[in-house]
């Protein structure tokens, strides 16, 4: 009888993401180390390294590729203002930061507890463009273009609103880490989007 072939296994690049992304939860980023990653991945440190610059860098690619994809979503809505409703897109924005926040925080806190190493790790971050403010200054972008096509109020603070609504998933993903249970990330979008637009859109500026 012929063998079935053994299945194949996924490129290396998939298989270091994917241990990374599991390690980085479970252990946190601070004590995640390319060793590690390499040797969950079924190969080498140097095999690592031919994929990815730093450990860094590894973070920055398990953020945008294994996690809710925040960011795609971001750049889509600012390059596209003005599709769908405003409450739809907010309320899309509101579930993905959700749910990003959810699965980031638990990576990245660890790093809090070492002074020196968030400090490196934080220039790092700097040096490729990337950091934790990212988000804000994207979903800034989308919000000033809205106030651009008059579907925000011309006197409405674009910063502040993006930083009121991330803030907010962010806070939710902190403040339940520990509880039982934490607000669905749907239900928590829709009321979280419907409050912010109530205070930005243009119905509001004549309340």
């Known amino acids: 009888m012929q063998q079935k072939p053994a299945p194949q296994q996924p490129p290396a690049r998939v298989?270091?993401?994917?241990?990374?992304?599991?390690?980085?939860?479970?252990?946190?980023?601070?004590?995640t180390t390319t060793k590690e990653i390499a040797r969950a991945a079924g190969c080498s440190e140097a095999a690592l390294y031919k994929h990815f610059a730093s450990k860094e860098?590894?973070?920055?690619?398990?953020?945008?590729?294994?996690?809710?994809?925040?960011?795609?979503?971001?750049?889509?809505?600012a390059a596209e203002?003005?599709?769908?409703?405003?409450?739809?897109?907010?309320?899309?924005?509101?579930?993905?930061?959700?749910?990003?926040?959810?699965?980031?925080?638990?990576?990245?806190a660890s790093l809090y507890a070492e002074t020196q190493l968030k400090r490196r790790h934080d220039e790092a971050m700097r040096e490729m463009g990337s950091g934790a403010h990212m988000p804000i200054e994207e979903l800034t972008a989308y919000l000033r273009a809205e106030r651009e096509l008059g579907r925000i109020a011309p006197d409405a603070d674009p910063f502040a609103a993006a930083s009121l609504l991330l803030g907010a998933c962010a806070q939710r993903a902190f403040a339940y880490d520990s509880a039982d249970t934490r607000p669905a990330?749907?239900?928590?979008a829709v009321r979280l989007a419907r409050t912010l637009l109530a205070g930005i859109s243009v119905a509001a500026e004549h309340a």
């Open 57 to 77: 860098e590894l973070f920055i690619r398990v953020l945008h590729e294994r996690l809710p994809r925040l960011t795609p979503l971001l750049r889509s809505l």
């Open 81 to 108: 203002p003005g599709r769908r409703t405003l409450e739809e897109n907010l309320t899309e924005i509101a579930h993905q930061a959700a749910l990003f926040y959810d699965q980031s925080f638990p990576i990245a």
């Open 15 to 31: 298989r270091i993401l994917d241990a990374a992304h599991e390690l980085m939860l479970t252990l946190g980023l601070a004590r």
């Open 185 to 188: 990330a749907d239900e928590f």
